[in-house]
């Protein structure tokens, strides 16, 4: 059993006959850096919050990583497979809900076949960055049927924008590209 007179003071004067402590210098063979208490407990509460945020949707889940198909051409990220949300549209017109038209893809240059911004024809065309799915510019989108010249089904790029109408107005519009076409 302890007794309260064996127990040293946290504070105050040093008991009388108490040795002074003095801290020594490491070897030179002994690392220098050790972990401090309120470190450690500083960066175990840090994980935790983030934890705790994280739990709370406070942070937004992270993009799934691809292992192939993935497609980033120039600054275009395209999805490799087509949404859930065109996943039961037919051959024409594809790729999505919005309004899809070969006239709003660019013709020529370094992004042919994508759509038309306010780069290549100003303030008729504007593009959608990170609109789809998560995140991508486009999405490749395939129908397994007959479509087209395609006997036996086909493989759309499709990479959405905005077009101006005469009346001022901006709609939804996917450039839509043949990437494959199985015969």
């Known amino acids: 059993m302890i007794e309260l007179e064996d127990v040293p ?3 105050g004067p040093r008991p009388a006959g108490a040795r002074r402590i003095r801290r020594r210098p490491l070897p ?48 275009y990220d395209i999805y490799p497979r087509c949404p859930s949300y065109a996943a039961n549209h037919n051959c024409s017109p594809g790729c999505g809900p919005s309004y899809v038209c070969s006239w709003c893809c660019r013709t020529s240059g370094k992004y042919k076949g994508f759509h038309k911004s306010g780069v290549s024809d100003p303030g008729r065309y504007k593009l959608r960055p990170n609109q789809c799915y998560g995140g991508y510019d486009g999405w490749l989108w395939a129908y397994s049927k007959s479509c087209g010249n395609c006997k036996k089904g086909v493989t759309w790029r499709c990479h959405d924008g905005w077009k101006k109408s005469k009346k001022g107005n901006w709609y939804k519009t996917i450039c839509r590209k043949a990437m494959a076409c199985k015969n």
């Open 9 to 11: 003071p946290l504070r």
């Open 28 to 75: 030179p063979d002994e690392p220098r850096f050790r972990p401090v208490r309120r470190s450690v407990l500083t960066g175990l509460a840090a994980a935790g919050a983030t934890a705790g945020l994280k739990a709370l949707g406070v942070f937004p889940p992270a993009r799934d990583a691809l292992a192939s198909g993935f497609q980033l051409v120039g600054y």
